[in-house]
């Protein structure tokens, strides 16, 4: 696993529950990076999305030597009995001191607020991306499907599956085993990704059980899947319009405040 060097911040709507990509984080090893990307003028056009209160200015690029506390606030505090076992459902435990490789795997998903985060990947030697992500939709499952979930193995290739006829969600893509069980839903931010991907080459995309968390773990993190794709005709996943800065960072002023 590499570290990733840029997030984005995702919102959602509580009364449409579309979310849509507002920011972009990203870290030089020195310096973090704030900037709203253009996704937030589609927020604010169909949702009146306001300006998060850590960043009230739209067109400034923030920066900081600490992580920023609308990302630091989504990390488990270490000093907790369970932060070992956290880490372990992440599958990333020699990363325990990287706060952006914890954010990434977790998703810093919150109740008390409408954010997440996630990371945008980068090609491996081979050419390949990797996109981790949990299983979302699990509770919305009957208990034959998480018994299923509770038997998958290391490793298990399962498949992607458009649900035209969902009546609450038609844009869903579920995830199901070779013995057509459905055992989550693929998440939002990565659908067009993932369509894209799939109207290119079906072939060029894998999809394993990276981890599966027994009971007692919360159903948000019981089942960690790995999507492996060659990307072809210099595809870049999350390099669309709505995930571009909304200005120019290199033209832009910066603006150092402070993580709080």
């Not at 699990?138 to 490793?155: K, T, V, W």
Request: net charge negative.
């Amino acid at each position: 696993m590499k570290t990733p060097k840029t997030l984005f911040l995702a919102w959602q709507d509580p009364e449409s529950r579309s979310w849509f990509p507002i920011g972009r984080l990203t870290f030089d090893g020195a310096r973090y990076k704030f900037v709203y990307t253009q996704g937030v003028k589609e927020a604010q056009q169909m949702c009146s999305f306001s300006p998060l209160s850590s960043f009230p200015h739209l067109e400034k690029v923030y920066t900081s030597t600490h992580l920023f506390s609308v990302f630091s606030n989504r990390l488990m505090s270490p000093s907790r009995p369970d932060y070992a076992k956290f880490l372990e459902w992440l599958n990333i435990s020699d990363y325990k001191d990287d706060p952006l490789a914890i954010l990434a795997r977790s998703g810093g998903k919150r109740e008390t607020d409408s954010l997440t985060v996630f990371p945008c990947p980068e090609p491996d030697a081979a050419g390949k991306y990797h996109l981790h992500f949990f299983a979302h939709g699990l509770r919305y499952l009957p208990e034959s499907a998480i018994e299923r979930i509770n038997r998958l193995e290391l490793g298990e290739q399962l498949w992607l599956a458009h649900e035209f006829q969902n009546p609450h969600d038609s844009q869903a893509l579920t995830l199901h085993t070779e013995d057509h069980y459905i055992v989550g839903y693929c998440p939002r931010y990565l659908r067009s990704e993932v369509f894209e991907l799939l109207c290119q080459d079906p072939s060029s995309v894998d999809l394993r059980v990276e981890r599966v968390n027994l009971p007692p773990t919360p159903l948000q993190f019981r089942l960690l899947c790995n999507i492996t794709a060659q990307c072809k005709d210099d595809f870049r996943p999350f390099s669309s319009p709505v995930y571009q800065p909304l200005i120019e960072e290199d033209v832009a002023t910066p603006s150092l405040i402070s993580p709080s």
